[in-house]
Nanobody, 115 residues
Framework: QVQVVESGGGLVQAGGSLRLSCLASEDILTINSMGWFRQAPGKQRELVAD???????NYADSVKGRFTISRDDAKRSVHLYMDRLKPEDTAIYYC?????????WGQGTQVTVSS
């Protein structure tokens, strides 16, 4: 199964920016879609953004205009650039690879936005 590993989380002040990266163990051109999800304490995991093999991008309404997802096929990576961060963006961010018949999740990376 494909494995994914996240990196790039950290502590940032409100209004700041961070870039998260997700590295896949296999060619992401064989993966239907790559996505970022997040889970805040006491809340369900939710979709932040995803990008399909054909380049279709979907964002959660709460991050539209602030977050940008991109993919680097040559480096088997997907990135999430987060700008104008808010305290409510604080969560563990997970990368997910959708192979169609199974999902692979990373361990997650913590993003904390201080007010």
């Amino acid at each position: 199964q494909v494995q994914v590993v996240e990196s790039g989380g950290g502590l940032v002040q409100a209004g700041g920016s961070l870039r998260l990266s997700c590295l896949a163990s296999e060619d992401i051109l064989t993966i239907n879609s790559m996505g970022w999800f997040r889970q805040a304490p006491g809340k369900q995991r939710e979709l932040v953004a995803d990008i399909t093999l054909s380049g279709i991008i979907n964002y959660a309404d709460s991050v539209k205009g602030r977050f940008t997802i991109s993919r680097d096929d040559a480096k088997r990576s997907v990135h999430l650039y987060m700008d104008r961060l808010k305290p409510e963006d604080t969560a563990i961010y997970y990368c997910r690879a959708d192979r169609g018949w199974y999902y692979s999740w990373g361990q997650g990376t913590q993003v904390t936005v201080s007010s």
